[in-house]
């Protein structure tokens, strides 16, 4: 079945490091990719997306390219923040006809240290 | 524009008790997921609802478990006799209805953290 696998955690670095974390998904036919974030006692959030190869997600300064050929779709930041410390989470949705029936990663916690 | 409300936000209960959570979509939103988070693990689909009806519950624990999304009010996941394994975040998604095309982005709200004592 599909499936989505994290690097997995903690990851702990200094501010104004460069943050990447990687995603690697298996899948039948075409999946949307994303990736969410979880501050600490709140629900998820959407960071980005992609809908097909090649696509190019990015907000608030992070980026994830859909890579199909390697089955990827790591996150990447240039820069982080202390704000950015949070668990983020990779996720596909199949689009198949009729749910929403996302497969998400295990999680990925990022430290952020000043 | 309030987003997806849940409640409670946290619920403490003691085993054989029942636990009710709440959730109330985003407004315009006619289609409700919820997703059980173990400690320490990703997020894991239960069911998927739309008004008065069960679209697919294949997530769903086969005994104890139970979801509805009545024509009014929220939809309710509730947890009958509640064992210490049923401790997790639960959280509530809702959407539109699904497009033909193009990235389908559910919305999540805060969660309800259940703990079975």
């Known amino acids: 079945g599909n499936s989505v696998t994290q690097m997995e955690g903690p990851v702990t670095l200094s501010e104004e490091a460069f943050l990447t974390i990687n995603c690697t998904y298996t899948?039948?036919?075409?999946?949307?990719l994303f990736w969410y974030v979880q501050y600490p006692g709140e629900g998820l959030q959407l960071l980005l997306k992609?809908?097909?190869?090649?696509d190019k997600g990015s907000n608030k300064g992070f980026e994830a390219t859909y890579r199909k050929e390697t089955t990827s779709f790591h996150l990447e930041k240039g820069s982080v923040q202390v704000s950015d410390s949070a668990v983020y989470f990779c996720a596909l949705d199949e689009n198949t006809s009729g749910t929403y029936k996302y497969i998400f990663g295990t999680g990925t916690r990022l430290k952020v240290l000043a | 524009n309030a987003g997806v409300m849940q409640n409670p936000r946290h619920l403490v209960r003691r085993r054989g008790q029942e636990a009710r959570l709440r959730c109330s979509p985003m407004?315009?939103?006619?289609?409700v997921y919820w997703y059980r988070q173990l400690p320490e693990e990703g997020l894991k689909f239960m069911v998927y609802?739309?008004?008065?009806?069960?679209?697919?519950e294949s997530g769903m624990p086969k005994e104890r478990f139970s979801a509805e999304f009545p024509k009014e009010g929220p939809s309710i996941l509730r947890i009958q006799q509640v064992v210490r394994g049923d401790s997790a975040a639960y959280f509530c998604?809702?959407?539109?209805?699904?497009?033909?095309?193009?990235?389908?982005?559910?919305?999540f709200g805060a969660g309800s953290r259940l703990t079975v004592l």
């Open positions: 609802l739309q008004k008065e009806n069960i679209i697919d």
């Open positions: 992609a809908t097909k190869a090649d």
């Open positions: 899948a039948t036919g075409y999946p949307s």
């Open positions: 407004k315009g939103h006619s289609h």
């Open positions: 998604a809702s959407s539109p209805p699904k497009r033909s095309y193009g990235a389908n982005v559910l919305t």
